[in-house]
Nanobody, 126 residues
Framework: QVQLVESGGGLVQAGGSLRLSCAASGRTFSTYDMGWFRQAPGKEREFVAA????????YYADSVKGRFSMSSDNAKNTVYLQMNSLKPEDTGVYLC???????????????????WGQGTQVTVAS
């Protein structure tokens, strides 16, 4: 089984930047499609970004396109989420997820992922 551990969250002023990391252990990292989601209090889990190795593409929610960038370092078994120009509405717990079973049609859906990290809190102050 794969284990995911996020880090890099914190408190930042609006307009600032943060880089989140998600370290994976277990099977060869590069075989999983990976995603970032976020969840604010009282709201449903929301898709943020995903990397598909099979499709060789990266996908973003419209709300973060142009501001966030997802990347990976396979040698370190780690994916990153670089977040720039942060807004108060970006506040939430950010979770990393992996598709153990490939479901490329469900990259933007939380149900499409099999393994989750514990999350890291991001708070953007206005």
């Amino acid at each position: 089984q794969v284990q995911l551990v996020e880090s890099g969250g914190g408190l930042v002023q609006a307009g600032g930047s943060l880089r989140l990391s998600c370290a994976a252990s277990g099977r060869t990292f590069s075989t999983y499609d990976m995603g970032w989601f976020r969840q604010a209090p009282g709201k449903e889990r929301e898709f943020v970004a995903a990397i598909s190795w099979s499709l060789r593409s990266t996908y973003y929610a419209d709300s973060v396109k142009g501001r966030f960038s997802m990347s990976s370092d396979n040698a370190k078994n780690t994916v990153y989420l670089q977040m720039n120009s942060l807004k108060p509405e970006d506040t939430g717990v950010y979770l990393c997820a992996a598709q153990i079973t490939a479901r490329t049609l469900m990259l933007r859906t939380a149900r499409g992922y099999d393994a989750w990290g514990q999350g890291t809190q991001v708070t953007v102050a206005s």
